[in-house]
């Protein structure tokens, strides 16, 4: 009963001096020290989804739960302090409503005796506005590295979790009009530091990922991270109502409503399993075109249930369980996907096993004819074998002389495949080649 009087009693807000901020505590007032289990909460949007909002109360062991937003007022208080039946010290909704608050004694104070911080939606330029490179900032980073704090957050809240991030500066963009012009005053790709998720080092978020539909956008970005930054970057991205909760050994768990809703959580990468990565043209003024033979970027697709069963391995970016593999490209602005196969780049496991630097590819990849120039122990009598991404051996009209090695593949599909060269004294020499328009 004390409890409850007290819940209602610290719902009354209170105002930061100058108005610079807003608080609301529901709960105790006294601040408890627990030891956090750390890790990470990104939800895409819309409603909350319940079972991944347990699992990040139930990191915070008991401790105080502070959510930080731009706009709002107390909307999650009674939902995380008794509407989930995880029992916590306190929750605390601080709404900044200026830059002033990110300097705020009181909200630097809050943010270091929190054990768990939860962004809430809004604008995420507000956020990034207000807080980068400030105490607020340095305050968060400090309690993720040290404290072993958890966080997490939704819609703008989760867009700003990741090292390279859409900060939406000048408005958002759709899908159409960053894949037309990738250089688009709109995409705003930024890499300055800002939150310090170990996880997520190398890879930026996008949310709302059915509503509208956003793959194509999401492509543009880490399109422009190479081209911007020369980085091959990941992505992670969630339909709304669907959560993605990462513990601190990098294992990725994805909850959501299927199979009664179409749920989905994408870990998406350039596909390292190709020679060249690249995007063919991602230039100003230009449609982007980052297609390589439609195997341009792999992509796991995890459909998020209630008890989050399905998991994806933010160490290796190669395993996952209960999901689905997918090859994305863009072709001249037009985004397409196919079913693929699960993505291997640890080396392949052939003895004495040379690569690259045994056999130079041109042009890779290839519209049709492709020469290889082969500068190992080379004769005439060396077997030459070509497989598929199956591993199928396929048979395409292939001549050799003077160390060079001509491949006719203009009858083959699309794709990527795999040339075998035996050498003398049983040296094998392997490389990939792609087939494009």
């Not at 009354?12 to 408890?32: E, H, K, M, N, V």
């Not at 749920?263 to 230009?286: H, K, R, V």
């Amino acid at each position: 009963m004390n409890r409850i009087i007290l819940s209602i009693l610290t719902m009354i807000p209170f105002l930061g001096f100058g108005q610079s901020y807003t608080s609301y505590l529901t709960g105790s007032a006294t601040d408890i020290v627990t030891n956090p289990s750390g890790g990470v909460c990104l939800m895409g949007g819309a409603t909350e989804d319940d079972n991944a909002m347990k699992w990040f109360l139930q990191r915070a062991n008991g401790g105080d739960i502070l959510v930080l937003r731009t706009t709002g007022s107390n909307g999650y208080n009674s939902y995380l302090y008794s509407g989930l039946g995880v029992t916590v010290n306190s929750v605390e909704t601080i709404v900044c409503n200026n830059a002033l608050a990110s300097s705020d004694p009181y909200v630097i104070q809050r943010i270091q005796q929190a054990e768990a911080i939860w962004f809430a939606g809004g604008d995420q330029w507000t956020y990034i506005n207000y807080w980068r490179n400030s105490p607020v900032d340095s305050a968060i980073n400090q309690a993720i590295q040290q404290k072993n704090i958890v966080i997490g957050g939704t819609s703008a809240g989760m867009a700003i979790q990741g090292k390279y991030y859409f900060s939406a500066q000048y408005g958002t963009v759709t899908s159409a009009a960053a894949l037309s012009n990738p250089f688009n005053s709109l995409v705003t790709v930024d890499s300055s530091a800002f939150i310090n998720n170990n996880f997520l080092d190398n890879t930026i978020t996008d949310t709302h990922f059915d509503n509208p539909d956003r793959k194509g956008r999401l492509v543009t970005f880490l399109a422009r991270i190479h081209t911007d930054y020369g980085v091959y970057a990941n992505a992670i991205a969630c339909d709304e109502y669907t959560a993605i909760c990462i513990d601190t050994t990098g294992i990725a768990r994805v909850f959501g409503g299927h199979p009664t809703y179409d749920d989905n959580a994408y870990f998406i990468q350039s596909n390292c399993e190709l020679t060249i990565q690249s995007p063919e043209n991602c230039s100003s003024g230009s449609p982007l075109t980052w297609n390589l033979g439609g195997l341009a970027l792999k992509t796991y697709q995890i459909k998020g249930d209630s008890t989050g069963s399905k998991t994806f391995d933010l160490n290796t970016w190669q395993s996952g369980s209960g999901g689905t593999w997918f090859n994305w490209s863009i072709s001249n602005g037009v985004f397409s996907e196919q079913t693929g196969t699960a993505i291997n780049c640890s080396p392949l496991s052939v003895n004495n096993l040379s690569v690259d630097s045994e056999i130079v590819i041109y042009p890779n990849p290839t519209t049709d004819i492709v020469t290889m120039v082969f500068n190992g122990d080379f004769n005439s009598e060396n077997q030459i074998y070509i497989y598929n991404n199956l591993g199928q051996e396929i048979y395409v009209p292939i001549t050799n002389a003077n160390n060079h090695i001509v491949a006719d593949l203009c009858n083959l599909d699309n794709g990527l495949y795999l040339i075998k060269i035996n050498g003398e004294k049983g040296k094998i020499y392997q490389n990939k080649i792609i087939k494009i328009r």
